[in-house]
Structure formats: structure tokens, C-alpha cells
């Protein structure tokens, strides 16, 4: 389960708008045989040597294969050789395939946050955050935002912002490096995104993320 020190997970998909994949037909895991939308699945195509690989955009040619956003999910489908299953051949999926899809998430998380940054709707630092939230407090509805907190920064100023507006999800999944390498810095330890589409956008990755690195 996701707990407080690293993503809200919940709080994301019950806030956020998933137009992005509004309309989009849902696919069936391969492993459970739920069928769940798009933002919740990761797809993995096989390569022309049979190599499993992880499609996190959505745009590599050929027939998808989809598993249910979560760690234990793409473990056990490599266990149990359900790729090889699915695809009516062998296949590899490596030893690591968890790990590649995590770190390919993670890497669309910050590209998105970088976008972000770049059209003009995510801030960094405390001073900052807080103004924008602080005159928000009423109308914080009429634009959906994101809190991100570095995972080995200070829990206390991650506290006091969180308290201005509890209802803003708050992720603590990248250091301070991390967040402070999109903004040209060397450290950053708070970092709001939002509100548009963007922000609506990065949550449908930070929510399957979750499902990788939440303990």
C-alpha cells in the first residue's frame, strides 16, 4: 500500500481528469484478466529478437501485450512465462523488467514535470509553492495541482505546505537532485504542478509509477 512518505495514490486517481485516455478502449492484463483503462496498464510489445520491451508511451509498432501497473503483476508474469504465453512463443523478459519499467516511469514523470516547468505551470521552491497555494485555499477545485516533495528533504516544510491545502496530492517519489536538475538547480525540495492539462497528464504516470516504487 502506498503510504504518506511516497505518493498519495489514491488521492491522485480520484482527482484527477483522465481525458487524456477518455474514450480509448481498456485492455485486459494478461496476468489477471481485468480489463482496466489504459492509465492503469503499462503495454509491452515483443522485439524482432523476442525480447520483452516495455512500451510506457504507447507508440512502439506491433501487438501490445498489457499488464496491470504494478510491480508483482510484471513479476509474476515473468515467473510464470504468461509473455511467452501471450505472444504464442518464446520471449524473453529479462530478469530486471520491473526495474526498466520503473525507471522508464520515473523518466516520463520528469520529462513531464520539465514541460511543465517550461510552459509556465510548475514552480519551485517553498517561498514560491506557498504563494500560490496560499490564495488558493477556496478554489483549489477550479484547477487540479500536484505537490512534490524530495524524498530526503525536510519533512517539516512538506508538513506546513500540505496543511495550507490538504486536498493537493503530494508525491515524495525523486531527490532533491532530481527535482532541482528540471529547474537548473542542485537541490529542490518543493516543487508545485498545475493546473491543465499537463498536471492531469503527469498524475496518469505518478499513479502507475506508484504501483512500482510504493512499498
Avoid at 505518493?7 to 478502449?25: C, F, L, Q, Y
Avoid at 527535482?179 to 498524475?203: M, S
Amino acid at each position: 500500500m502506498p503510504t504518506d512518505a511516497t505518493v498519495e495514490t489514491d488521492s491522485i486517481a480520484s482527482a484527477r481528469n483522465v481525458h487524456a485516455t477518455e474514450g480509448a478502449p481498456p485492455r485486459r492484463c494478461i496476468v489477471t484478466g481485468e480489463t482496466l483503462p489504459k492509465s492503469r496498464m503499462v503495454r509491452f510489445v515483443i522485439a524482432p529478437d523476442g525480447v520483452v520491451t516495455p512500451d510506457v508511451k504507447g507508440n512502439l509498432p506491433g501487438r501490445g501485450l498489457w499488464l496491470t501497473a504494478r510491480r508483482d503483476i510484471v513479476d509474476k508474469a515473468c515467473a510464470k512465462e504468461l509473455f511467452s504465453r501471450a505472444a504464442r512463443r518464446r520471449v524473453t523478459p529479462g530478469d530486471d523488467l520491473s526495474d526498466r519499467v520503473e525507471a522508464l516511469l520515473a523518466h516520463r514523470c520528469l520529462d513531464l514535470l520539465g514541460i511543465s516547468r517550461r510552459a509556465g505551470v510548475a514552480v519551485a521552491g517553498y517561498d514560491k509553492v506557498r504563494a500560490v497555494l496560499a490564495p488558493r485555499v477556496k478554489e483549489w477545485k477550479k484547477g487540479f495541482r500536484i505537490l512534490f516533495a524530495a524524498s530526503d528533504g525536510s519533512k517539516s516544510g512538506c508538513e506546513r505546505l500540505h496543511a495550507i491545502m490538504p486536498q493537493v496530492p503530494h508525491v515524495k517519489f525523486f531527490t532533491g537532485a532530481e527535482l532541482g536538475a528540471i529547474f537548473g538547480r542542485d537541490w529542490v525540495v518543493h516543487v508545485l504542478a498545475g493546473p491543465g492539462a499537463l498536471a492531469e497528464n503527469l498524475a496518469v504516470e505518478i499513479s502507475r509509477l506508484g504501483g512500482f516504487r510504493a512499498p
